[in-house]
């Protein structure tokens, strides 16, 4: 059967020229269905451009995409925006709700664009925020409730349609040990009832609650390992000592790359643009919005 995620000898080069920045260097990796894996590594790994990759937020410069076994590079851009309303469910560092909305019409306002019914919609958001433990709090607005609290609200949105996949960057990267175990221990729950999850973390304790770790250095895997036996922080900690560079400098990677038939550099069909942003939110992507540099409060004018 054919990986959920299948990537092959992935690129993405940012300003190609003289200051061009390699932020994938040849990544090739596969993610099944229901796994729950974390993706680790230091601040300008290339953590965040593999992310949009896999949430089809933006192209590669070459390699492989497959889908479901579907090559991405061959979908339309409504094919695209459809995997991303459907499939995946994004959650955020930052949170990206929108301030003036209550926590029920944040959870809400992405099923609007997608056409769900209200009485559907009101169903499906009471449902995403009960999930998350958030029942009481569905007529406050964002700065009437904490840090964690916002994060949850976020999640309740990401999940309120049940993708099958959940990508959180940095979900808790702004929140306190407390609540950051909080929001894992959703995600835990959403992977034991069959999501497949992917949480892009710098933090070993947020990676020790996945059953796989990913270290990404300067754009490349450098180790790849289970995590079924729920490994300690320390544990992991030795782990990526012993198998990646990630703590050591000037070594070079032990990363091997591994042989593939694909040699020929893809030219991607679609390089988004600012206006293919402004078609995403009229075609109901916000979070792609959202996500790109501009902050909630300019979002709402
Ligand atoms: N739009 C862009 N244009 C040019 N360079 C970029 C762009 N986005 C990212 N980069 C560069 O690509 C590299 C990888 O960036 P990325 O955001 O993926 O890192 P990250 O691992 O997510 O880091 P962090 O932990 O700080 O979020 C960095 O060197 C970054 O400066
Ligand atoms: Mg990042």
Not at 73 to 96: H, K, M, T, V
């Amino acid at each position: 059967m054919a990986s959920l995620i299948e990537i092959r000898n992935m690129c993405k080069i940012y300003n190609p020229g003289e200051n061009e920045v390699r932020a994938l260097d040849h990544v090739s990796l596969s993610i099944g269905e229901n796994e729950f894996v974390a993706i680790i590594g230091h601040s300008g790994s290339g953590k965040s451009t593999l992310m949009n990759m896999l949430g089809c937020l933006d192209v590669p410069t070459s390699g492989i995409y497959l889908l479901h076994g579907s090559d991405v590079s061959l979908l339309s851009d409504d094919e695209l925006s459809d995997i991303r309303n459907q499939e995946i469910g994004f959650i955020f560092q930052g949170f990206n709700l929108i301030s003036n909305l209550t926590a029920f019409e944040n959870v809400e306002l992405p099923l609007i664009y997608r056409g769900v019914s209200k009485r559907e919609r009101t169903h499906l958001a009471k449902e995403a925020l009960r999930k998350v433990g958030l029942e009481n709090r569905m007529t406050h607005k964002p700065s009437e409730m904490s840090g964690g609290q916002q994060q949850r609200v976020a999640i309740a949105r990401a999940i309120a349609q049940a993708p099958p996949v959940i990508l959180a960057d940095e979900p808790t990267g702004n929140l306190d040990s407390h609540s950051s175990q909080e929001i894992m221990n959703i995600l835990k729950t959403l992977h034991a009832e069959g999501r497949t999850v992917i949480v892009i973390t710098h933090d070993n304790d947020i990676a020790a609650n996945a059953k796989r770790i990913i270290h990404i250095e300067d754009g490349r895997i450098t180790s790849d390992s289970s995590n079924e036996g729920n490994l300690s922080r320390e544990d992991i900690a030795e782990e990526i000592r012993g198998n990646s560079t990630m703590y050591e400098s000037n070594t070079e990677s032990t990363y091997e790359e591994p042989e593939l038939n694909q040699t020929e550099e893809i030219e991607p069909t679609y390089e988004p643009s600012a206006d293919d942003y402004d078609l995403e939110i009229n075609d109901n992507n916000i979070d792609l919005h959202l996500m790109n540099g501009e902050n909630q409060n300019e979002q709402e004018e």
